[in-house]
């Protein structure tokens, strides 16, 4: 007796993939195709996808006790179930035999797998030991600087203990003698003391303050002429003392007169005093008028 069982809902696959039903990891799937005039068995441990003849769409069953069937129209209404006839005038999708199988690389790769995630596990827990033990030493060393640190501060902050005084052997001093008791006799009054034969010596004079020290003599200050003077506000200047002058430029020792026209010429260039005397003679000439 052929018996038919419907496995799930239709199912559709995107882009060139032929669809099939979710498989365990360990397994894989192969396809048969059956075009439409072959041959189509039904070997166990297989499962078919009947297109539907809507879109891309196949209907997965099971088929037991069936002998091989030629793939046409009438084979798929009979695996549906369906009355399809409004379908004989389009092609006819190949048939899809889905057989399952264990995957034999499956557990090469599930160990290579375990080790490399055991691997990067180890190096993980390397990296992380290490990290832990750079901390740790890292926070030992803060810790003896701390305690270190600690220390020395106390230290300075402890004031500095006195030496001990070394000492002999202690030696028990005697009783003091006790006071023999003997007749009262009348205090003599105290002799007079005998006369110091040396003189008492004379004071030294104190010494001598220091005495001041002498003014330097300062350096004459260059007298200004006339014209100039006057414009400053400085005095006119007068003739040193001494013999008596042959004219009113020289003073009596024949040098001539600081200030006047022929010193100053001794040190600025003849027209500039020539100017300053014509200056001179000009405020002399001016007519002084007097008001009543």
């Known amino acids: 007796m052929v018996e038919i069982r419907l496995l799930g809902e239709d199912v559709a696959a995107a882009d060139n993939q032929w669809p099939h039903l979710p498989v365990p990891r360990n397994f894989i799937v192969s396809f048969k195709e059956t075009r439409m005039g072959e041959m189509l068995d039904f070997p166990p441990a297989t499962y078919l996808l009947v297109p539907t003849g809507t879109g ?7 088929v037991l006790g069936a002998f091989p069937l030629v793939w046409n129209h009438q084979t798929r209404e009979f695996l549906m179930q369906e009355n399809l006839s409004h379908l004989y005038g389009s092609p006819l999708a190949n048939c899809l035999t889905v057989s399952t199988q264990l995957d034999p690389g499956f557990e090469r790769r599930e160990a290579a797998a375990r080790e490399a995630a055991e691997r990067r596990a180890a190096s993980r827990q390397a990296t992380n030991r290490r990290a832990l033990e750079r901390a740790n030493a890292r926070r030992a060393q803060e ?3 701390a305690e270190k640190a600690a220390a020395d501060n106390a230290a300075a902050e402890q004031p500095v203990a006195a030496a001990p005084l070394l000492s002999g052997p202690l030696v028990a001093s005697a009783p003091p003698a006790p006071l023999l008791p003997g007749p009262l006799v009348a205090s003599a009054p105290p002799a007079p003391l005998p006369p110091d034969p040396l003189p008492p010596a004379p004071l030294l004079p104190a010494p001598l303050a220091p005495a001041p020290p002498a003014p330097v ?7 200004l002429p006339a014209p100039v003077a006057a ?5 006119a200047v007068v003739a040193p003392a001494g013999g008596a002058p042959d004219n009113h430029h020289q003073a009596g020792n024949g040098e001539p007169v600081e200030g006047s026209g022929a010193w100053w010429r001794l040190w600025v ?24």
């Open 56 to 62: 891309r769409y196949y209907r997965p069953m099971e």
């Open 269 to 292: 260039p003849d027209e500039i005093v020539d100017r300053w005397e014509q200056e001179e003679a000009e405020k002399k000439n001016i007519p002084i008028v007097v008001l009543e």
């Open 217 to 223: 003599p300062l350096a004459p200050a260059p007298l």
């Open 231 to 235: 414009a400053l506000g400085v005095p």
């Open 143 to 145: 810790q003896a600087a």
